[in-house]
């Protein structure tokens, strides 16, 4: 069964070579077990080991290589389940720990070093969007807010259009992105935005269900994820959220200058999703 699934995987133009390896070599017991379920083609397993392995190092400053080593395997996982949004985020994360991070194009597939790259050009403006901003508020400019939460770094106020030189754009990206497994111990994800502008709003969140995370015992509907939109100060709902297929749905709502907004969803069914949610706004046109 193992050489079959790894014949499979470099049949898909995954693996340039029969293992991954990469420097530094992590010496988290689990970390190690999640590269290895991936050098192994079994990416669902390997995507709740290190999600597992990621949550847990976070807090523990001087597992920095080992963080950032659970965080690239979890971003060649996703690669590998065609979820690149995901990857994107993972690799980003790993970037955030090891900040001159590379990958070897001799150990490392195209698709791999692609989104890897991707996402290091990402960080980088997000850095130098940073640096304009800091620099305005420093000269009393009326700089626009960093937003970083969860993880996922976005600016408010159109200082990321600055950055790039492209002026103020209609809509500001609030929380760009932000992807993860939720299971039956983890069922719920939530943000809070801070006081913006009046303007327009749309979240978007889609998810996959993981094969084999299902009971043995029938359920008697797949899992899926159900999102919600308040008003943070008033716990009212600010949005009626549609369903457009069976794993995604979207919310579109009004806001005004200084409210702030609770976005997040529920797993309901039981099982395990990959869930990539997006938040955009306020869109003034």
Not at 219 to 243: I, K, N, S
């Amino acid at each position: 069964m193992l050489r079959r699934t790894l014949s499979v995987a470099m049949a898909l133009g995954l693996f340039a070579g029969p293992a991954l390896s990469q420097s530094p070599v992590p010496t988290d017991a689990e970390v190690k077990k999640g590269i290895r379920q991936v050098d192994e083609g079994d990416y669902d397993a390997a995507i709740v080991t290190l999600d597992a392995a990621s949550r847990r190092l976070v807090t523990q400053k001087a597992k920095t290589r080992d963080l950032s080593q659970a965080y690239l395997y979890l971003g060649i996982a996703y690669v590998a389940k065609g979820h690149e949004a995901a990857a994107k985020a993972k690799f980003r994360e790993a970037l955030a720990q090891i900040k001159d991070l590379s990958l070897s194009t001799d150990r490392y597939p195209p698709k791999v070093i692609d989104l890897f790259e991707a996402a290091k050009d990402e960080a980088t403006t997000d850095a130098r969007a940073t640096r304009t901003s800091a620099a305005r508020k420093t000269g009393g400019g009326g700089s626009k807010k960093l937003l970083i939460i969860g993880g996922a770094v976005a600016l408010a106020g159109g200082g990321a259009a600055l950055a790039l030189g492209g002026g103020e754009p209609p809509c500001d990206t609030f929380f760009a992105g932000p992807s993860g497994l939720l299971n039956d111990t983890n069922t719920s994800f939530g943000l809070t935005t801070t006081p913006t502008e009046a303007g327009s709003w749309e979240a978007e969140l889609s998810w996959t269900v993981l094969s084999g995370a299902a009971a043995s015992a029938p359920r008697p509907a797949p899992p899926r994820l159900v999102l919600f939109v308040v008003d943070a100060a008033t716990g009212q709902d600010v949005a009626e959220p549609q369903v457009r297929t069976t794993t995604s749905s979207v919310a579109e709502w009004e806001g005004r200058a200084g409210q702030t907004f609770r976005i997040g969803f529920d797993l309901v069914d039981g099982g395990s999703v990959n869930y990539t949610l997006s938040v955009t706004g306020p869109c003034r046109f």
